[in-house]
């Protein structure tokens, strides 16, 4: 009885508390409170003629996950209709990639025009293209602002189906300090020098008391992360890009053995369990102080240098990846704008493109929210290198690399997938020989 | 109902009987037309739709319409090797959770029937688990079983394990991790229903059993057994659907690993990830199969072995 | 026992030693051990997730990670709760969630009992066909009615009905989570029906009352226990809901409260980085109340009121 009163009385003041939360505050969790005061948003250029022409409209815009990214849209969308008349709703996508994905798939595959622009992830710019409207015709010009290798995976069969947005590539972290105590000078240039650096630094933290202390951290889980690194893998080994000009090239011996390198690091410089990480554990992992290396997006920078979460700031550094045989390369990221096919305000919703994907929009991105911007006039921007140090020139001038999504188009999942299972495989245990047939002719069937 | 020549005064009663007999069966019907209706909307429908979609090519994101290909999906689907493999997981996993589930189930109904101190707070306790939700268990489940993860290091500190353990990264544990988790999350599921069922069996019958010296094993076997039967039944039947339905804790254990894919998994993976509507369709009426299989044997045994 | 008895029992049967030890003092303890045991193991393995939850809920999020790992925080923090009751969509999670899990248990209940008295009490040729027909919909896994369902709420015509749009409203979450909940409770339900005595109504008949009333005074209160039993299982079952809801629902202010928990972003921004301990917050403000919900009306599962009925 006094325990059902007890957990009663909890309940009661659980409720009581969220209740009387409900009017003192309307906090939503997330940066940018702070840093949209500092740095507003920008107005919207040739705005009045825009709501001569369109003003009145309302547009439904799929953006960002809710949170920080879901406030910085909300931001932009109001100071949009401050200055334009067109109201916009802004309706945060699933966090979940995939999720996003299969929201995006049944809303187009059912013709609906519940929403007009939505965010698109770059490898998706071939599965969607049929439900997209051409920007070429009215952002043609704005388009040349961009990366252009960006522009050429968002151009299918001639039409921009949808502006880069902001843009993402893999870099590699590395512990300064611990660089410093074994004696190493700089990073590493090579893979081998890589696990090489790992091991001595491991074997030294764990002689030292940290058992949980791996040499490197890295997306290994059997999920499209994968594919991102192991794209990288095989470029930076000359092992081409699982399907360059139309072919599948995934089975070469220079991918075989790179592989096989990655393989033979799993439970010795890497954890037993890196083929379960994604980005989250691999950060988490790094920012505890639990490893030398790591390769992620660029997002981790700031949760390194947050003093709430990490406990490596200022000890750590980044730079681009290693290579062997190949250049340097970083996978690319990030997301585009697109507008859909069958929305009922095509135009105001382009407007709203063309605002999103100016460059003062991507400068007030990178500065408030640290994204990578995709016009790389902006991305040299001395404020934007200042808030984003990935970018200084030696880093944001890696070769990017783009997955295989133009050459499958609506079947990239399918062929990620191959891709990634069949490497996660190899990673557990698996040889590279007895896997790479398979995905080979996996992928040779998609395409045919 | 015989027709058999009667003397004249009998026919009435027995008239009176069958029209008696004829409002209560349309008395029943009326009372099953709610859920009736919803089994034609919420079920009839969608399930329609998936078995025509599986005779059809239809892809998600295709602009042509989908053309009808007979049993070719279903001909894709026996040289499907991955499909195997899910449907040998599932059933090894449907196994293994059902078993530990029903076992442990009934330990606590039992326990939390029987009359000791503590079991107030033994009634909270069972359902804990069952009140998380599962997408949220699962990942607490996950960044728990990791190596340098509260088991490994309770295990390795209670000196268990030898050293950290990957479980859900090594091949030989993470059929063993994921039946924990589910075991954990439905016990409570089996319990209640199980309880439920116990709490209806008349304490006097344990008073005569212990009266006639009946120790506690055979008050088990003789009496708590066969009245709990029908209970038993239900919660077997459910749990095993469930069981062979599985999908959230595979998803974010395994994603789309291969080897350690569910039935629901693949068919997810078809559908929204590959964008095959109608080869998913045909995975989706094999997995219907396949369950409808165990209800098969699960309602034969019940009419053999318990009636 | 009368004195006499127990003389005529010592007489007539002497005991054995090994009994005569279990029924002493210290026999009854011995014998209690491995009940005891039992219970204590139950417990850790119930409660050690939980209170891996509350740990990681009270610990700061830069310790939640750190190695070595801290059982007990060592600067413990209510700075998750204040995340998790910050976040606007989480609390609208939690009333969205209570007004559709609620909403589905009383559907069902309606509907279900109804359809567990036709039956339950009644033997009429296609009641198997029905039961079967009814389990049939759990035969299926959700993501092969997913894109049908889609169809269906988004608004459809079949034949002479026109269905509304209900895609993004809590009413989708209402009619769909049906599908799960209404076939174990018509069985459950159903089975309890079946148990009670075959003649139970024909008194009432015979009083004259109804079927309606038969059903109402004489039948549903004697299934009690099956009834809270059912409905805890379906307020819990959509209270965790979470493919249909992430498939139907758009609105963050439609959230239900697994969709509001995976919400949770960190202070980055970047949806890889998961704030856990605030997650593990809200998840611990979740239970709570589940748990004393089900505590309160478990006084009804546990009331034995069928006791009498079957005397009588």
Partial sequence: MRARIVLLATAAALVAVALSMNVASAGRLGPATTSAKAYPAPKVPNAAAIKKQYGGQSITFIGDSVGGSHNRDVALAKQFTKDTGIKVKVVPHPAASDASYSQLARVFSSKSSSFDVAMIDVVWPGAFAPYLVDLKPKLGKE?????????????????????????DFGILYYRTDLLKKYGYSAPPKTWTQ???????????????????????????????????????????????????????????????????????????????????????EAHTAFVEGNAAFMRNWPYAYSIGADPKTSKIVGKFSVTVLPHTGGPSVGTVGGWQLAVNKYSKHVDASIEFVRYMTSAPVQKFDAITNTNVPTI???????????????????????????RPASALRTHYNEGSKAIYQGINQILNGRSASSVLPGIQSKLERILR | MSTAATPAPAPRRRRRTTKLKRRQTRLAWVLLVPALAVVVFVAIYPLGKTIYQSFTDQEFLALEPAQWVGLQNYRDLLDDSIFRDAVWTTLKFTLITVAFEFALGLAIALVVNSRFRGRGVMRAVMLVPWAIPTVVAAQM??????????????????????????????????????????????????????????????????????????????????????????????????????????FDVFYVFFGNRLGTQSMAIYAQSTIVGDGYVGYGAAISMAIFLVIALFVVVYVTFQRVVLR | MSVATEATTHVIRPVSRSRAFWRSPIGRLVKKVPFYTLVVLIFVYCLFPFFWALRCAFTPESDLFSTPLQYVPEHPTLDNFRQAFQAEFFRRGLLNSAIVAGGVTLLSLAIGTLAAFALGRFRFRGRSFVMYLMLSMTMFPSIAILGALYTMISGFSLGPIDLPNIYDTLWSLLFTYLIFTLPFTIWVLTSFMEALPGDLEEAAYVDGATPFQVFYKVLLPLILPGLVTTGLLAFISAWNEYLFALSFIQDPDKYTVPLAITSFVGESGSSFQQPWGTIMAATIIVTVPLVALVLVFQRYILAGLTAGAVKG
Avoid at chain 1, 377 to 401: F, G, H, M, T, W
């Fill in chain 1, 143 to 167: 388009a040349k602002q961009h990366a252009q290798g960006i522009i050429r995976n968002d151009t299918i069969d001639g039409k921009l189906v949808a502006m880069p947005w902001f843009g």
């Fill in chain 1, 194 to 280: 890589l696990f090489a650096m790992a091991k001595k630094i491991q074997d030294g933290e764990q002689a030292g008391g940290n058992s949980s202390f791996s040499g490197l951290v890295f997306q290994g889980n059997s999920y499209e992360g994968l594919t991102c690194d192991a794209l990288e893998w095989y470029e930076s080994a000359g092992a081409g890009g699982f399907i360059d000009d139309g072919k599948v090239t995934i089975n070469n011996p220079k991918g075989a053995a790179i592989l096989n390198l990655f393989a033979s690091q799993i439970g010795k410089t890497t954890p037993r369990d890196v083929t379960t990480y994604q980005e989250g």
């Fill in chain 1, 376 to 402: 790389p006039a902006v991305a040299k921007d001395p404020a934007v290198v200042k808030a984003n140090p990935y970018l200084k020139p030696e880093i944001a001038s890696v070769i990017r690399v783009t």
């Fill in chain 2, 141 to 246: 489940w996950k960044s728990m079983l990791q190596s340098n993860g509260v088991i490994s290091d309770a295990g390795t500190r209670l000196g268990i394990l030898a050293h950290p353990h990957a479980w859900i990264a090594d091949p030989a544990t993470s059929l063993a991790a994921i039946c924990a988790v589910d075991i954990w999350k439905t016990a409570p599921f089996v319990a209640l229903l199980l309880l439920a069922g116990l709490q209806v069996i008349p304490g006097d019958l344990y008073e005569a059993a212990e009266v006639d010296g009946a120790n506690a094993l055979q008050q088990f076997w003789k009496i708590t057994l066969p009245l709990l039967a029908p209970a038993i039944f239900v919660t077997l039947v459910f749990r095993t659907l469930d069981a062979l339905r599985v």
